[in-house]
């Protein structure tokens, strides 16, 4: 059974950071990038970044290049979002998700490609 775990989400102040972790299982690593994306309310959902642990390449997303860096350790099938300087409006529901390492080369943050999808943990930056 594929899974994607997302955990680390909380309540913190702005200024402030948080890291998220995504466990994945069921599917073999290497063949699938992981993304991150987000959902605010009454918005739709914006891709972050995203990570190629097999080929060891990262991508952002203008809206967090410089305060949101991306990673994983392979020996566990992590994949990390360690966010900094975090605004109000950095307030959603926060997801991982795994695409398929064809289309990462395309469009690494193209959410119609990725196959799997975790359930999102909220991340709350109060001002």
């Known amino acids: 059974e594929v899974q994607l775990v997302e955990s680390g989400g909380g309540l913190v102040q702005a200024g402030g950071s948080l890291r998220l972790s995504c466990a994945a299982s069921g599917f073999t690593f290497d063949d699938y990038a992981i993304g991150w994306f987000r959902q605010a309310p009454g918005k739709e959902r914006e891709g972050l970044s995203c990570?190629?642990?097999?080929?060891?390449?990262?991508y952002y997303a203008d809206s967090v290049k410089g305060r949101f860096t991306i990673s994983s350790d392979n020996a566990k099938n992590t994949v990390y979002l360690q966010m900094n300087s975090l605004k109000p409006e950095d307030t959603a529901v926060y997801y991982c998700?795994?695409?398929?390492?064809?289309?990462?080369?395309?469009?690494?943050?193209?959410?119609?490609?990725?196959?799997?999808w975790g359930q999102g943990t909220q991340v709350t930056v109060s001002s």
């Open positions: 990570i190629s642990s097999s080929i060891g390449s990262t």
């Open positions: 998700a795994a695409v398929l390492m064809f289309y990462y080369y395309s469009d690494p943050l193209d959410q119609i490609k990725y196959d799997y």
